[in-house]
């Protein structure tokens, strides 16, 4: 074969792949988010495993379920699409008996087994029963062999952070953050806190960070420069209640998960966001 044919042969060959990854991701129907994620429910089937490398390859990861209310938001979201009725991979693995592991590494403490289950003499994963014409649609959770082929659903972090190891002031930092992404991170809610601190552990920064949240120094309470609302606040000792200091800006502390307040002034790495 000369090198002319084979390099014809080659990209007809890539575009053969490129127009069935096209037609593919037409499956991909978007599920409505929260304020932290959106969801994508895949109307194509895989296996886990394939499923789960899909998640990763364009979105977050397969879906974790926290509680009763994202529970609801997806399965309403599922109803109000009207799509089909499914058993949807979730992404719950390592399952034997009631324990398990959510793929993207978050604890597994919420569980809503369907009646009998889980029930599989081997490690499986887990999936989700959907059924649109059910008042509920059910949402109950099943124990599957990994190797069979299910719809699943996709979740993706609506703000993608973004380290800067450099120390600069919190004023400093805020700057460079709005002139070269959405903003300085904020944190609405403990997982997005908890993505954040993984995020950050794959990093080379193991020091406190500067975060977008300061205190007026009139009022004395504290407040996000992009007016996110503080719906939801993790301080060490509780030591933003006084303000008889001059400590009026927020850092994140990795090593302690918590926030800890500091002067404005002083130099440290810091994290900025893009997206919503």
Partial sequence: MNSQSGLSGWINMMGRILIILAGFRLFVLAVHGSQEFNYYYVNETMNWTNAQAYCWSNFTDLVTIADDKELNEILDNLTRENYSDAEIWIGLKDINMTNGTWSNGETFTYRDWNKG???????????????????????????????????????????????????MSWFSALEHCNSNYNGMATIRSEREEWHLLKYLNGTNIREK??????RSRVFGFWFWMNDDPVIYQNWLNDSSKNIQDDQNCATLDQNQTKWVKQDCAGPAPFVCYSGE
């Avoid at 999936?127 to 719809?151: A, F, I, L, P, V």
């Avoid at 960070?209 to 300061?214: A, K, N, S, T, Y």
Wanted: aromatic fraction near 14%; charge should be positive.
């Fill in 117 to 167: 289950e889980p029930s599989n003499n081997f490690v499986s994963c887990g999936t989700m029963y959907y059924h649109r014409n059910e008042t509920n649609h059910n949402g109950t959770w099943n124990d599957c062999g990994c190797r069979n082929n299910k719809t699943f659903i996709c979740y993706e972090v609506k703000r993608k952070f973004h380290a800067v190891n450099t120390n």
């Fill in 209 to 214: 960070v500067w975060i977008g949240m300061r």
